[in-house]
Each structure stands twice: as structure tokens, then as C-alpha cells.
């Protein structure tokens, strides 16, 4: 089983969990719904297509840079006619004067994430091909978060999870007079482990709107010691540096 190393940055991020209505949540990291949507949309597949095989997959983020929390507040509905306003649960209208609504979304800024995707060799190479050329844009999350940079960072990586600890760079400064930084993994763990972090409702048996469905997943953060020569900085250097992990894994491909 080889796996896929995946990059997900950009200027905004929003992994939500239990979005409901007006208040849009997201998750300190990606969701393992979010990834596999973003998976689905590379592919192509409808949103009442079958999900069974992407049981298969295992998640491994590393957190690179956690980002800043942000809140966008926005209205709904506002100053229309109230034929157009948003419809209620009932199939009626508003009251003339409650028409607008106000809904908070939440993101994350500047963030920077490295996942391990491990899974059938078969299917990770679908995969693969997919990211390469997307059938459907790729987004972090909501369709108002593009990624800043190509997602598909290497494919056919034997050890995924030890190339997050050992060889893929990390997009952070690098400390001073350190050997190690300190870095936050999200490992995916049995539902009923007691070292659990948190419970997430997170794993999709359907995207179909008319039946969205998901399952639990247990999750737990370890914070890990990685060789601080990793770390890449930002700006030109990081993409060097991510330039030439990706040239060299595909090099070893061939």
C-alpha cells in the first residue's frame, strides 16, 4: 500500500463539522469529510455517488501552520422582494421586516497543512491521476477557499506518514539553535480508544442533499519532535524547497 502526500494552503481554509444554518463552523484542521469531498470533486463523481471504496483510506494530517481563526459576517436576503427572501422551513416567506438573515461563517487564515493519504495502490493511483487533472475545482473546504498551490505534492510515496516526519519539508521558519520543532500530528484512531482526543462527525456515507449522512470518526493530536532542518521558511524558499521534494519523488516514480 502506497499513499499520496497531499498540500492544503491558501489564504483561507473552513473545515466545518457541524454547520447548521446561519453559524458555519470550521475544525483547527481538515475534516476527513472535506478531504474525501475534495477527493470526490478531483474525480468527478456526482454527489449521490457511492463512497465505500474511500473507506479504504487513511488520513494522517501534520499540521505545518495552524493559522488564525476568522469570523465574516455576512446578511441574507436583505432589501428583496419578499417573494424572493429566503424561503422558511414550512415553504412559506418571512415576515416583511425579518427577511434578512445574519449568518457568521468561520476560517482559517494563513494556514498550512501536509496529509498522508494511505490506501490500495490501485485506488491512491486513481487518485493520483485525478488531482493531476481535476474534473471539478478543488477548494479547501467551501468553494470560497482556492488552494494557493498544487495540492497533489507526491504519489506513490511507500511510507507516507514517515515522509511527513522524515523528508517532506515543513513550511515554517526555522528555529535558531535548535536540532527539533515541535509539530502537531491528527492521527486517526478506533472510535473506542480511550487516548481519544475528540469524536467527529465526520466520515461521509452519502453527499446527496436529499440524504447527507455521516459516520463518527475518533481522532487524536500528538504533538512530535521533527529535525528542524525541515523547516523551509516561507515565501520563494518554501516552494524551492517543495519544488524539489515533488521533482525527486517523481524521479524515483519513473
Do not use: N
Amino acid at each position: 500500500m502506497a499513499g499520496l502526500i497531499l498540500r492544503l494552503a491558501g489564504p483561507l481554509q473552513s473545515w466545518g463539522e457541524h454547520s447548521t444554518f446561519q453559524e458555519r463552523d470550521t475544525q483547527p484542521y481538515p475534516t476527513r469529510s472535506g478531504i474525501l469531498g475534495l477527493l470526490a470533486a478531483a474525480q468527478g463523481r456526482s454527489r449521490a455517488s457511492e463512497l465505500t471504496d474511500f473507506l479504504q483510506l487513511r488520513l494522517t494530517v501534520r499540521v505545518d501552520r495552524p493559522g488564525v481563526f476568522l469570523t465574516d459576517f455576512h446578511t441574507v436576503g436583505g432589501g428583496l422582494p419578499r417573494h424572493q427572501t429566503i424561503p422558511t422551513a414550512e415553504g412559506g416567506r418571512r415576515p416583511e421586516k425579518a427577511t434578512t438573515l445574519v449568518s457568521r461563517r468561520h476560517y482559517l487564515a494563513d494556514a498550512a497543512f501536509t496529509v498522508a493519504v494511505e490506501g490500495p495502490d490501485e485506488l491512491t493511483g486513481k487518485l493520483a491521476a485525478a488531482l493531476r487533472h481535476p474534473v471539478w475545482p478543488l477548494y479547501l473546504g467551501r468553494r470560497s477557499c482556492p488552494p494557493a498551490e498544487p495540492i497533489l505534492l507526491a504519489a506513490s510515496v511507500a511510507d507516507p506518514v514517515a515522509a511527513l516526519k522524515q523528508a517532506v519539508p515543513l513550511s515554517r521558519a526555522r528555529p535558531r539553535e535548535q536540532s527539533t520543532v515541535a509539530v502537531d500530528f491528527v492521527y486517526e484512531t478506533d472510535i473506542r480508544d480511550p487516548h481519544a482526543r475528540t469524536h467527529l462527525l465526520d466520515v461521509p456515507v452519502s453527499f446527496d442533499p436529499l440524504r447527507r449522512t455521516y459516520r463518527p470518526r475518533a481522532i487524536k493530536v500528538r504533538t512530535e519532535q521533527l529535525p528542524a532542518e525541515l523547516c523551509c521558511g516561507r515565501g520563494v524558499d518554501q516552494m524551492k524547497a517543495l519544488a524539489t521534494y515533488a521533482t525527486r519523488i517523481s524521479q524515483e516514480e519513473e
